[in-house]
Nanobody, 123 residues
Framework: QVQLVESGGGLVQAGGSLTLSCAAS????????MGWFRQVPGKEREFVAF??????STYYADAVKGRFTISRDNAKNYLQMNSLKPEDTAVYYC??????????????????WGQGTQVTVSS
């Protein structure tokens, strides 16, 4: 059973930065393509960023492009968030692996999910 655990969330002022981490256990993490999603209460979960198994390909939602950076090493994947805005406030979820043939921005493409970490950006 694969477990994904996010960390690094918190409260930050607008314009600030946070780095989220996602640690995987119980599986072969370095073979997983991974994604980050976020959800605001009352709204659907939305795609944020994706990184391929090798890290050679990354994709971002338009809302975060140029401000967020997804990366990975052998043990974790990371979401560096800069120039944060109040509208970035959400629970952020790590997800993986992406199913073969799955669309990277579709939450249904991912097998496992973390419990989420809250990010709050104050104005």
């Amino acid at each position: 059973q694969v477990q994904l655990v996010e960390s690094g969330g918190g409260l930050v002022q607008a314009g600030g930065s946070l780095t989220l981490s996602c640690a995987a256990s119980g599986g072969t993490f370095n073979t997983y393509a991974m994604g980050w999603f976020r959800q605001v209460p009352g709204k659907e979960r939305e795609f944020v960023a994706f990184i391929s198994r090798t890290g050679g390909s990354t994709y971002y939602a338009d809302a975060v492009k140029g401000r967020f950076t997804i990366s990975r090493d052998n043990a974790k994947n990371y979401l560096q968030m800069n120039s944060l805005k109040p509208e970035d406030t959400a629970v952020y979820y790590c997800a993986g692996p992406r199913r073969i043939g799955g669309t990277y921005y579709d939450e249904g493409s991912y097998v496992y999910w973390g419990q989420g970490t809250q990010v709050t950006v104050s104005s």
